[in-house]
């Protein structure tokens, strides 16, 4: 079974300040990894994705993530918020592209 | 290119009644799924699909059907809609490319169900 946890439902950073957005996962098999972005009223859209190569992953937006096997975690990073950075954030797993589990999402808040 | 699109994309039930959402891509994906999304439970699967002809049970199937009688075409549909199914929901196509699956699925803008 899969399960992906996300440490806080809601973060707060001002403009120009790291931003870190926690995931934790747990897989039966070797996962694939995913961070997900919705903006209001919008469907998702995909961040960046771990599938076994580089365990440091970029992605689109100056995001990235870093996969830890030993921590299992797939934690998100972007050097410095900007106010178009607020929105939903969603980690998911998957083993084998048929189930894909997602996280409860944590939502960016970016203060001027 | 328009993607993913859903229809309808807001709709208001009184209990008991029945609907079906569609779901429609143009992009020759294999793989299709029908989210739900609840707030603080993240998305939620309830029917995927692997192929044309091809259907199968996630997360949260009950009260739910799912259809995929063409490639391009998943249809979501609720016989007897009880309060509890009031949700935003979002279909989702997934490539393979050459035989490798890609890992990204490609989301519609939703569609907001509201039971009363």
């Known amino acids: 079974a899969q399960s992906v946890t996300q440490l806080g439902s809601h973060v707060s950073v001002s403009e120009g300040a790291l931003v870190l957005l926690r995931c934790n996962y747990s897989s039966s098999v070797p996962p694939y990894l995913f961070w997900y972005v919705q903006y209001p009223n919008q469907g998702l859209q995909l961040l960046l994705k771990y599938t076994s190569a580089a365990t440091l992953v970029k992605g689109i937006n100056g995001f990235e993530a870093e996969f830890k096997k030993s921590e299992t975690s797939f934690h998100l990073t972007k050097p410095s918020a900007h106010m178009s950075d607020a929105a939903e954030y969603f980690c998911?797993?998957?083993?084998?592209?048929?189930?894909?589990?997602f996280g409860p999402g944590t939502r960016l808040s970016v203060l001027p | 290119n328009a993607g993913v699109t859903q229809t309808p994309k807001f709709r208001v039930l009184k209990t008991g009644q029945s609907m079906t959402l569609l779901c429609a891509q143009d992009?020759?994906?294999?793989?299709m799924y029908w989210y739900r999304q609840d707030p603080g439970m993240g998305l939620r699967l309830i029917h995927y699909s692997v192929g044309e002809g091809t259907t199968a049970k996630g997360e949260v199937p009950d009260g739910y059907n799912v259809s995929r009688l063409k490639k391009q075409n998943f249809l979501l549909g609720l016989e007897s809609a009880a309060p509890s199914q009031t949700s935003v929901y979002f279909c989702?196509?997934?490539?393979?490319?050459?035989?490798?699956?890609?890992?990204?699925?490609?989301f519609g803008e939703g569609s907001r169900l509201t039971v009363l």
């Open positions: 989702a196509s997934s490539p393979w490319v050459s035989t490798v699956w890609t890992g990204e699925l490609f």
């Open positions: 992009m020759n994906h294999e793989y």
């Open positions: 998911a797993v998957s083993g084998d592209g048929q189930n894909f589990v």
